[in-house]
């Protein structure tokens, strides 16, 4: 079982910056590709960003993101953390950690832990 504690949302102006950080506990991070997903008001929870598991730097991106967004992971402390950049309103939505038992994916359904997300807003 692994439980994950998203923080970092607010409210940020188009261009700006924020990061969100997850703390992973009950069990070792390292085990686990881990992913940021968002989800916008109507819309399906979406991939945003995910890095491997092992302890090599291999990370995957949507396209939407590519370039502005950079996720990355910190075993020692349990801790994930999505730096976003170039910040746009669409950007707008809830966003999720969650954790993979296997190689990255980009479905929802590839994932067996999540958070409780924290809200993002960019406003224009």
């Known amino acids: 079982q692994v439980q994950l504690v998203e923080s970092g949302g607010g409210l940020v102006q188009t261009g700006g910056s924020l990061r969100l950080s997850c703390e992973a506990s009950?069990?070792?991070?390292?085990?686990?590709?881990m992913g940021w997903f968002r989800q916008a008001p109507g819309k399906e929870r979406e991939f945003v960003g995910a890095v491997a598991w092992t302890g090599s730097t291999y990370t995957y991106y949507a396209d939407s993101v590519k370039g502005r967004f950079t996720v990355s992971r910190d075993n020692a402390k349990s801790m994930v953390y999505l730096e976003m950049n170039s910040l746009k309103p669409e950007d707008t939505a809830v966003y999720y950690c969650?954790?993979?038992?296997?190689?990255?994916?980009?479905?929802?359904?590839?994932?067996?832990?999540w958070g409780q997300g924290t809200q993002v807003t960019v406003s224009s």
């Open positions: 969650a954790a993979s038992g296997r190689a990255i994916g980009m479905r929802t359904r590839d994932y067996d832990y």
């Open positions: 009950g069990s070792t991070l390292s085990r686990y590709t």
